[in-house]
């Protein structure tokens, strides 16, 4: 199956920067065959089909870096909480109240909203135990929805659900069925919870950590971390006056810090910890509404590419944020590093697509296989139609397509060469059949979890 995607500009996200204001992308077989000028595309005899793009911005398809997916049934519940409040009174109740049809149904209106604004690509932080078969029953409905999923499986120091044995065997035949390539849509990673609020449950130890640590060496998956996700004067100062050390510093002694190790959040990492994640290759997913949302503070995302790291972007759930559009969170993103630094464009508009793609791909270990439009690449491709009021003229697609609209829809979606939206709408998921089942479910959670709810 060829497709031509003809016309508009193409932002290939290449290692060299390069900007196509009139391109094409070829596909074939599902990965990308060929991108350059317009004027080279092939005919349109030579293909199956062809997308016309005049007017449009074509880009990777997009990728959050760290998402907890049934987070979308309780949006709105979360206003005016401190990081800390709302485990104790949203999280932990909700968590307890949480039901196998509910992450189920959740996927499929997590997958919905991501992918309707872009995202082909995200990495699901598991903070609820979950087993084998519910692992194994979420990746059938996941698959189905046409994104590409990296879950990440929840590493327990003393799980409560089942014997340490049994979750320890568990987790390594997930990562032997679900290895992390990117022609399959479910793979499976790590996460961890080494942050102050998690250790008092008993999520981790020092064993644990040796052991995570040889995991993923062993299966070379990226493992996410909270790290100084929460309120500066209390659980991140917490942490610090209880072990003497910073939460990398912790993680680093602990053989927690190196090239897989996602570290969310890393709002108040140390200068000493930004230099010895940078030494490491570690990530930092950086969730600046999600801080913002909490009152976590702002990221120092200009300090940390400085130093060397490799930064991508997350939405986190959208219990603390309430979106998953990720060009809408670039734009907050933006934003906030200009009042962060009293500079404007302190993050250049490269860097923040970087952190939607090509960042995020490496941080995944993925790259160059999605997260850009080369050959020989995944074909995830994400296409804007810049053509309504709200661009104005247009005469800056990357700039436009972040900051001047306030709607961040795709017209067209496509995961591995095939659509998954056009401009009909969804292909994989019926929006109108999921919302009205996802708006029953979260209704029924709230009450169970005794959250209180205004409709």
């Given at each position: 199956m060829k497709i031509l995607i003809r016309g508009g500009q193409v932002l290939p996200m290449?290692?060299?920067?390069?900007?196509?204001?009139?391109?094409?992308?070829?596909?074939?077989?599902?990965?990308?065959?060929?991108?350059?000028?317009?004027?080279?595309?092939?005919?349109?005899?030579?293909?199956?089909?062809?997308?016309?793009?005049?007017?449009?911005?074509?880009?990777?398809?997009?990728?959050?870096?760290?998402?907890?997916?049934?987070?979308?049934?309780?949006?709105?519940?979360?206003?005016?909480?401190?990081?800390?409040?709302?485990?104790?009174?949203?999280?932990?109740?909700?968590?307890?109240?949480?039901?196998?049809?509910?992450?189920?149904?959740?996927?499929?209106?997590?997958?919905?909203?991501?992918?309707?604004?872009?995202?082909?690509?995200?990495?699901?932080?598991?903070?609820?135990?979950?087993?084998?078969?519910?692992?194994?029953?979420?990746?059938?409905?996941?698959?189905?929805?046409?994104?590409?999923?990296?879950?990440?499986?929840?590493?327990?120091?003393?799980?409560?659900?089942?014997?340490?044995?049994?979750?320890?065997?568990?987790?390594?035949?997930?990562?032997?069925?679900?290895?992390?390539?990117?022609?399959?849509?479910?793979?499976?990673?790590?996460?961890?919870?080494?942050?102050?609020?998690?250790?008092?449950?008993?999520?981790?130890?020092?064993?644990?950590?040796?052991?995570?640590?040889?995991?993923?060496?062993?299966?070379?998956?990226?493992?996410?971390?909270?790290?100084?996700?929460?309120?500066?004067?209390?659980?991140?100062?917490?942490?610090?006056?209880?072990?003497?050390?910073?939460?990398?510093?912790?993680?680093?002694?602990?053989?927690?810090?190196?090239?897989?190790?996602?570290?969310?959040?890393?709002?108040?990492?140390?200068?000493?910890?930004?230099?010895?994640?940078?030494?490491?290759?570690?990530?930092?997913?950086?969730?600046?509404?999600?801080?913002?949302?909490?009152?976590?503070?702002?990221?120092?995302?200009?300090?940390?590419?400085?130093?060397?790291?490799n930064v991508a972007i997350g939405s986190d759930g959208p219990m603390v944020n309430d979106?998953?559009?990720?060009?809408g969170l670039l734009r907050e993103c933006f934003l906030l590093q200009n009042v962060k630094?009293?500079?404007?464009?302190?993050?250049?508009?490269?860097?923040?697509?970087?952190?939607?793609?090509?960042?995020?791909?490496?941080?995944?270990?993925?790259?160059?296989?999605?997260?850009?439009?080369?050959?020989?690449?995944?074909?995830?491709?994400?296409?804007?139609?810049?053509?309504?009021?709200?661009?104005?003229?247009?005469?800056?697609?990357?700039?436009?397509?972040?900051?001047?609209?306030?709607?961040?829809?795709?017209?067209?979606?496509?995961?591995?060469?095939?659509?998954?939206?056009?401009?009909?709408?969804?292909?994989?998921?019926?929006?109108?059949?999921?919302?009205?089942?996802?708006?029953?479910?979260?209704?029924?959670?709230?009450?169970?979890?005794?959250?209180?709810?205004?409709?």
């Open positions: 290449d290692a060299a920067g390069t900007v196509l204001t009139e391109g094409y992308v070829l596909i074939e077989d599902g990965t990308i065959a060929a991108v350059g000028p317009l004027s080279e595309a092939p005919a349109t005899s030579e293909v199956n089909h062809v997308e016309e793009a005049h007017g449009c911005l074509v880009v990777p398809g997009l990728i959050n870096s760290h998402q907890h997916h049934w987070y979308h049934l309780l949006k709105g519940l979360s206003v005016g909480l401190y990081l800390e409040d709302w485990v104790r009174e949203v999280l932990h109740p909700a968590s307890e109240a949480l039901e196998p049809d509910d992450i189920l149904i959740s996927m499929r209106l997590a997958a919905a909203d991501m992918l309707a604004t872009g995202t082909t690509t995200f990495f699901n932080h598991s903070v609820v135990e979950t087993d084998l078969d519910s692992v194994v029953a979420l990746a059938e409905v996941s698959r189905a929805t046409g994104i590409r999923q990296i879950f990440g499986k929840e590493i327990r120091a003393t799980p409560t659900r089942t014997s340490p044995q049994v979750h320890w065997q568990e987790v390594e035949e997930l990562l032997r069925r679900f290895p992390i390539r990117a022609e399959e849509l479910f793979s499976v990673g790590l996460a961890i919870e080494t942050g102050e609020h998690w250790i008092r449950q008993g999520t981790m130890t020092t064993e644990l950590a040796g052991r995570v640590a040889e995991l993923s060496r062993r299966f070379a998956v990226p493992v996410s971390d909270h790290i100084t996700g929460g309120t500066l004067s209390r659980s991140v100062t917490d942490f610090r006056l209880r072990t003497g050390l910073g939460q990398v510093e912790w993680g680093a002694k602990h053989g927690l810090l190196h090239e897989r190790a996602l570290l969310a959040h890393a709002v108040w990492m140390g200068d000493d910890e930004i230099l010895l994640a940078a030494e490491a290759g570690a990530s930092v997913v950086t969730c600046p509404s999600s801080s913002a949302f909490t009152a976590g503070g702002i990221p120092p995302i200009r300090g940390w590419l400085a130093a060397g790291l979106s998953v559009d990720i060009l630094y009293l500079k404007p464009a302190a993050v250049p508009m490269e860097q923040l697509w970087c952190m939607a793609t090509r960042n995020a791909a490496r941080a995944l270990g993925l790259a160059g296989k999605v997260g850009e439009l080369t050959p020989g690449a995944s074909a995830d491709v994400a296409v804007f139609d810049l053509r309504s009021p709200q661009f104005g003229g247009a005469l800056n697609p990357p700039v436009n397509t972040i900051l001047s609209g306030g709607n961040h829809e795709a017209r067209v979606v496509i995961v591995r060469g095939q659509y998954v939206k056009d401009a009909s709408g969804l292909l994989t998921v019926n929006v109108a059949e999921v919302v009205e089942e996802a708006r029953q479910s979260a209704l029924n959670l709230a009450r169970r979890a005794g959250l209180p709810v205004r409709c």
